[in-house]
């Protein structure tokens, strides 16, 4: 049973604890890229968002908020489109992500699809989102439900990202934010609150780590490469030009 005809050893090292221990760390604040999913005026998953990254901003994170206002559907232009390298370029400066949007029938709306659609899993050897730590929230209309969660989760999964276990649905969102766009206090605050400490202490434990988090037998096979760890596009986190702000 311990013989492996199929595999090639040579690319196959035995994990190493000490490789989990980055060279360096780095000093500055994460970077957290928010998105959220509806262009109405009073956009509950943008009221949301931004109250998360108010609490992101208050734990010592830097955070940029995407409006996809303008942002064509996938494919209809060419990715030179202003507004889809002003994504994928925050999207870069990214060392981790909180994506919100509202449920409709039943799943996350196309406005939030799109954006996510917009990002490539790879352009070149740089992956604007493998690696990076990931957050996910909806509000609903109605009652609470975990339909759009859940899609964001997979969605997370499919972008090779670090999707953190914690996650907040507010439900009967039109209740819960007064006139000035503020949420109330209420336990939908305080999950949100809970998911944005988690998104921050997971950030801070993988960001100096993701390139060798993430670095696969089978793309080291196909590169010809036998040292485990090699940096991949991820570092592109820590060595990235930081856009400016929308």
């Not at 208050?58 to 232009?77: H, I, Q």
Request: with cysteine; glycine share 6%.
């Amino acid at each position: 049973m311990s013989d492996l005809p199929a595999l090639q050893s040579q690319f196959l090292p035995p994990p190493q604890i000490e490789q989990l221990e980055p060279e360096r760390r780095a000093s500055h604040p994460p970077r957290i890229l928010l998105l959220y999913g509806s262009l109405r005026e009073r956009s509950y998953s943008r009221l949301a968002t931004e109250e998360a990254a108010r609490i992101l901003q208050r734990l010592g994170a830097e955070t940029r908020t995407f409006d996809p206002a303008g942002l064509p559907l996938p494919d209809s232009v060419s990715p030179d489109h202003p507004k889809v390298q002003e994504l994928r370029a925050l999207s870069l400066w990214s060392e981790g992500q909180v994506w919100c949007s509202p449920e409709r029938h039943g799943t996350i709306t196309g406005i939030m699809k799109a954006q996510i659609d917009w990002i490539p899993l790879e352009v070149g050897s740089v992956r604007p989102t493998q690696g990076r730590t990931l957050a996910v929230m909806q509000v609903s209309g109605g009652s609470q439900s975990f339909n759009a969660v859940n899609a964001l989760r997979l969605l997370g999964r499919w972008m090779r990202m670090i999707t953190i276990p914690n996650q907040s649905s507010v439900a009967n969102a039109y209740e819960e934010f007064d006139e000035a766009g503020r949420m109330k206090p209420s336990p939908y605050y305080d999950r949100i609150v809970d998911v944005m400490e988690e998104l921050m202490k997971f950030t801070l434990l993988t960001r100096d780590r993701a390139d060798y988090l993430v670095d696969r037998y089978s793309e080291r096979k196909a590169e010809g490469r036998e040292t485990a760890g090699q940096q991949l596009g991820a570092g592109a986190m820590s060595h990235g030009a930081t856009p400016a702000s929308p």
